[in-house]
């Protein structure tokens, strides 16, 4: 077939290629990538319209990823499909967010269940509560541990999409990956957003293998439109095409993998092609919650990630409190949040993370209260939390006692998080997925594995034990539930979210985002501008930011009257502006179809076929 050179937003205004690709979905051996245009769009915020589609629907973080899953779509494949070659395609035009250097959450449902998949990273076997102390027993500076061997954990990703695919798949996994071959091959413009990342970056260019590949001769940033070609990421795909996740657990590419670790210039660390071998991707039972919406009397349930994720522990608490609030019943005034509403978010915010904090770590390692992660969630218990909300912020929340029996953990300490990309899918049959993936900072651990073939180009290792607490115990000695541990998985906040009709038990919206520990805030603030303010998914995503992570209240700049800010500083609240860059994707059900929602401030987009 030969490629078609349309843009994404053509595509998805006229629907053409739908055309051009419906013998595809007939015979998907014979899958043909057609290779899109990709839309420069400048960086900042740029209000997007939201998509209409009928039969399907697909969002991400990048047009050029957004379109491989449509494609795979239009092929004859499910949702589960789509996410796979999206997620590859993100490897090599997002990879300051994600890839198969790093890890990935995975919820699904078929019409009948709920199914979540983990594959998040672990630390290696060898890795102690001791790994990013220095040799006086202090933690290290978090960029110290940061840009190092010791940050890289076994990655997950390929090996639990590997797993949801033998589960849910429908076209063959090669097929799958045949859209980023041809991207890494024929290259794809540097976008906008990855040349600001890269401007904005100071450890990368360390790297060898990251230097050749993003910076030109004089080690600046290539210019926004350069032909990125990664012919070293091509000849990986392929490998993994034919092997699946083995591709990453022996052969010359793991052995590349674990010497970048181990012989990291400064601070290596300790994984083995062993680590990589052993690395199992676990299906767990999906943590689901009722919530009634108070203004519209309507009860939907929804459904996320249990740990290590922290995401719906936190969002079933804040949604719990603030039905215990006046603020269950607000409204927006003049298309914003108020004052009056903030303030009952913040406080809530500040109590659901002070319990994240004291409780939350890997279930394979840290018991639940009361053997229970749904103690957390009590009616009481949140009853009994709200309580403690005033006129007055509180600033910083103490955590609970949900099971009334003292916690065999101490809190941890306040960090800072990073990174991630989200993808949202529904497909013809109603099969959806909502799936978080990320290697968490910008650029994870500025690691670029290349094979030493002599190709160009590699893919990028995360760093996301730095979401393990650096510190292994508080002054006492009392240990952090959230500490490292050899074969541990760190605490995440990634919160991909499925909503269903709580009488009819029909999908109504999946959804999540990007943005570290502020994951959380941005997906409760979609969950909210849906469902108890009745916005559609863009309208929802585009609403200004708020969070809260048990300190200052943090609200995004430049989107809020000095009224408002005035009018919570009264109230003892420490407001700080900030950008705060979500990257929301949401896939509403609608009576017609589908309804999805982009992130303004980043470069996703929706596509589907036009109604």
């Not at 078609?4 to 690709?21: D, E, H, M, N, Y």
């Not at 957004?66 to 499909?81: E, F, M, N, P, V």
């Not at 010359?252 to 290596?268: G, W």
Request: aromatic fraction near 8%; hydrophobic fraction near 40%.
């Amino acid at each position: 077939m030969k490629f078609l050179k349309l843009s994404c937003i053509q595509r998805i205004a006229v629907g053409v290629f739908a055309f051009c690709l419906s013998a595809c979905a007939l015979q998907p051996k014979n899958f043909n990538y057609a290779t899109p245009d990709q839309p420069n769009d400048p960086v900042g915020y740029q209000e997007k319209p939201g998509w209409a589609t009928q039969g399907f629907a697909v969002a991400a973080a990048n047009p050029l990823a957004t379109d491989a899953g449509y494609q795979i779509l239009l092929a004859g494949g499910s949702a589960l499909d789509a996410a796979i070659a999206v997620q590859m395609v993100l490897t090599l035009v997002e990879p300051q967010s994600s890839g198969i250097g790093g890890g990935a959450f995975v919820m699904h449902h078929d019409g009948k269940k709920v199914e979540a998949y983990d594959g998040r990273e672990t630390a290696p076997l060898a890795a102690t509560e001791k790994l990013f102390l220095d040799t006086q027993g202090t933690p290290l500076s978090f960029m110290d541990g940061v840009v190092s061997g010791l940050s890289v954990g076994v990655p997950g990703t390929l090996t639990v999409l590997e797993m949801a695919h033998k589960e849910h798949g429908k076209l063959p996994w090669a097929t799958l990956i045949q859209p980023v071959i041809h991207l890494a091959e024929e290259g794809f413009k540097l976008s906008p957003r990855l040349h600001s990342a890269l401007l904005a970056e100071n450890d990368l260019i360390k790297d060898p293998v990251a230097a050749s590949y993003f910076y030109d001769a004089q080690g600046k940033p290539y210019p926004i439109g350069h032909i990125l070609k990664n012919p070293e990421l091509a000849a990986v795909m392929r490998d993994i095409a034919k092997r699946g996740s083995q591709a990453l657990k022996d052969g010359p590419v793991a052995e590349a993998l674990v010497k970048k670790v181990r012989q990291h210039p400064t601070r290596p660390g300790s994984m083995t092609l062993q680590d990589l071998g052993n690395y199992k991707a676990k299906k767990r039972e999906p943590l689901c919650f009722d919530h009634a919406v108070q203004t519209t009397g309507k009860i939907y349930q929804l459904c996320g990630f249990p740990p290590p994720s922290s995401g719906t522990l936190v969002i079933g608490q804040m949604l719990g409190i603030l039905n215990n609030t006046p603020a269950g019943k607000m409204q927006l005034e003049q298309g914003l949040p108020s004052a009056a509403w903030l303030h009952f978010y913040t406080e809530a915010a500040r109590l659901a993370f002070a319990d994240r904090g004291q409780f939350v770590g890997d279930p394979d390692f840290v018991q639940a209260p009361g053997g229970d992660w749904r103690t957390l969630w009590n009616a009481n218990y949140l009853k009994q939390r709200s309580s403690l909300i005033g006129a007055q912020s509180m600033k910083v929340a103490q955590p609970g006692n949900p099971v009334g029996t003292k916690s065999a953990f101490a809190p941890m300490p306040a960090q800072e998080e990073y990174g991630t990309s989200h993808i949202s899918v529904i497909d013809k049959q109603g099969n959806a997925v909502a799936m978080s993936t990320t290697i968490e900072a910008v650029f994870g651990s500025r690691n670029m594995v290349n094979s030493g073939q002599g190709r160009h180009g590699g893919f990028l290792l995360n760093n996301e034990l730095t979401d393990f607490s650096y510190a292994p115990a508080d002054a006492k000695g009392m240990p952090i539930a959230n500490r490292v541990e050899g074969g541990k998985r760190p605490r995440s906040s990634m919160s991909p979210t499925l909503v269903f009709e709580k009488d009819t038990g029909q999908l109504k919206m999946t959804g999540g985002s990007p943005g570290g520990a502020v994951i959380i805030n941005y997906t409760t603030k979609l969950l909210i501008g849906t469902l108890q303010w009745g916005l559609n998914t863009q309208q929802a995503i585009s609403l200004p930011n708020f969070s809260s992570l048990n300190g200052p209240t943090i609200l995004e700049e430049k989107r809020y009257p000095e009224s408002t800010i005035k009018a919570l500083q009264s109230k003892g609240h420490d407001v700080r502006e900030t950008p705060l860059p979500s990257g929301l994707q949401a896939i509403e059900v609608t009576p017609t179809g589908f309804f999805g929602g982009a992130d303004p401030r980043r470069e996703g987009v929706v596509m589907g076929p036009k109604p």
